[in-house]
């Protein structure tokens, strides 16, 4: 990137989206973690990174901007030498985002005993690795793409801009001294961020994995899920909801809420998903997925982030009051 900006003054941004793609690819895939019963799991691949990732440069600063949410595949092996996959979500990673601060959300496919053990494995050994690669992140996009948006200092004749340059290179310099300090003031300092954290309430979160089966069309059990006279008529109520990325939704007469994240016709729809009697502010991720069949549409149905211990009460809520009820409103299947 070659730049025209006299005393680095300009504001100059760097869109670095590909290269976070590569970076993610070529620092996760094949992270693994084994335990001592043979289980097995690793990174298999990167299956969505969706987000913004910048490097800007204005006066001499030069600052990172990235919001990113990331989903992984992972597979593995089970004590049975049975066939694991899942998936990990990182809903939010963005340039302030604190240690303590990044979610991992686990989806284990073709949930039984045996799986559900493979799960443990992967938050005591796999999380912890894929966590660090996250922190670095935003350290070497700056180290990688900061030195060729801005002139060297001595080609500066502003002032400000100087100081700027110099500033940031002082605090470079006043971070490599940090990192060289003994482990146990690291860790110290660690322990009393995680303990002055602790008093922001936070859910601890699960996930939830559905599939039933509709006698209808993806066109139309799309069509169902989305159009406002269709909603209204299977929730028994006055439904608030369009087909539109980013507009929010209010169904049962607000007693389930969100906004509507991503829209594929007739193939998925994405939203933020919440019951009004979480906490305010708390929201799952709702992933629905139409598989057309020969005669019939199968909903993959995947919430991440549901409080535990409410995975009961969502999975009844979502079969009574969404599956059941199109079925019996629009006769697309039988109720059992």
């Not at 019963?37 to 030069?62: A, I, M, N, P, Y």
């Not at 001294?177 to 146990?184: H, R």
């Amino acid at each position: 990137m070659v730049v025209n900006n006299p005393n680095n003054w300009h504001w100059v941004d760097k869109n670095c989206i590909d290269w976070a793609k590569t970076y993610f690819n070529s620092n996760l895939i094949g992270l693994s973690a084994k335990a001592e019963d043979d289980r097995s799991v690793q990174v298999k691949s990167v299956s969505s990174l969706e987000g913004d990732v910048e490097v800007c440069q204005r006066k001499g600063k030069v600052i990172s901007i990235f919001d990113l949410r990331i989903v992984l595949n992972i597979e593995g092996v089970s004590a049975k030498d049975q066939e694991f996959k899942g998936s990990i979500t990182i809903p939010e990673l963005a340039y302030d985002t604190e240690e303590d601060e990044l979610q991992f959300d686990i989806s284990i496919y073709n949930e039984n005993n045996d799986s559900e053990k493979m799960r443990i494995i992967v938050k005591k050994q796999l999380v912890p690795q894929i966590k660090a690669v996250m922190m670095q992140f935003g350290k070497d996009l700056i180290k990688e793409h900061g030195s060729d948006i801005q002139h060297e200092s001595d080609q500066v004749n502003s002032k400000l801009t100087k100081e700027n340059q110099a500033a940031l290179e002082a605090q470079e310099k006043k971070a490599k001294e940090q990192s060289a300090k003994s482990a146990s003031v690291l860790t110290a300092s660690t322990s009393l961020t995680k303990e002055s954290s602790s008093n922001i309430p936070r859910y601890n979160t699960s996930t939830l994995h559905l599939e039933p089966t509709f006698n209808t069309t993806a066109e139309q059990l799309y069509i169902t899920l989305l159009d406002p006279q269709r909603v209204s008529a299977w929730s028994r109520s006055n439904a608030q909801i369009q087909a539109s990325e980013g507009s929010e939704f209010l169904l049962f007469g607000g007693s389930i809420s969100g906004q509507i994240l991503q829209l594929v016709s007739n193939e998925r729809i994405r939203q933020s998903w919440r019951l009004d009697s979480w906490r305010s502010g708390h929201f799952a991720e709702l992933d629905i997925q139409l598989k057309q069949g020969a005669g019939e549409t199968t909903m993959v149905v995947k919430w991440s982030g549901i409080p535990i211990g409410e995975e009961d009460r969502v999975r009844g809520n979502f079969e009574d009051y969404y599956v059941r009820a199109i079925k019996l409103t629009f006769g697309f299947g039988a109720v059992l």
